[in-house]
């Protein structure tokens, strides 16, 4: 960035008045005198006194504005950075980590018109992108073991279990984790959507759950506390 000075090209081009130098200045005598020199400045002097104080005042105001720049650029540093500080604290925060065993609370959850499940026990394995799940079910069915992998990075994948095989891929929404997964069930397609959020204490799992058959759509809501 560049300066201007305005204060030093004026004072560069003024022109300041000759003082005429009477003779006692140029080193005459004055008439009576017994022949002894006044002591007295030369006429330059003052000229050049007065061109001093000008170009002090010019530094002075060229120091402001240099002082004015430098805080102004102080600022835009202190907001950039501040705000590259909050977008790198969005970005780079850590996911949440669902690892851990968590019991199914029937009293917490909802599953609509369908009969809820005795107890479900869930483990879960996350570490880094791979994220397995093993279920253990009770019901008036009896008990049902399941066995779930999945890949955090949208990529579909297969697993195979007594129900037989389901296809599915899960990815982040923001600090949720989303699972989305395909079977079939007794010649019908039926497709699930599952919403995994974790609670700020880390203490509790909620599984929203839509679900879509042929014959109508309806949502579950699964909670899980951590043992």
Not at 119 to 127: A, N, V
Not at 149 to 172: L, P
């Amino acid at each position: 960035m560049q300066i201007s000075y305005p204060i030093l090209k004026n004072a560069a081009q003024m022109s300041i008045p000759k003082r005429e130098c009477n003779a006692e200045q140029e080193g005459g005598h004055r008439p009576g005198t017994t022949g002894v020199r006044a002591a007295s400045a030369p006429c330059g002097f003052g000229r050049m006194q007065g061109a001093a104080l000008i170009l002090q005042g010019a530094a002075a105001d060229v120091q402001d504005e240099v002082n004015c720049l430098v805080t102004r650029r102080l600022i835009q540093l202190c907001v950039f950075a501040a705000v590259v500080f909050l977008l790198s604290g969005t970005v780079h925060a850590a996911p949440p980590d669902f690892s851990g065993e968590w019991k199914f609370n029937a009293a917490k959850s909802n599953f609509g018109s369908f009969p809820s499940p005795q107890s479900i026990t869930r483990k879960i394995t996350q570490r880094g992108a791979r994220l397995s799940v093993t279920n253990l079910q009770k019901g008036a069915q009896g008990e049902v073991t399941s066995e779930f992998v999945y890949t955090i990075d949208g990529k579909r994948v297969t697993n195979r279990s007594k129900g037989g095989e389901s296809a599915g891929s899960a990815q982040w929404i923001g600090d949720k984790l989303m699972i989305e997964s395909s079977r079939e069930v007794q010649g019908a397609t039926l497709t699930q959507k599952d919403i995994w959020t974790l609670s700020p204490d880390g203490k509790t799992l909620t599984v929203d759950s839509h679900v879509a058959l042929p014959n109508g759509e309806f949502d579950i809501k699964q909670v899980f506390e951590k043992q």
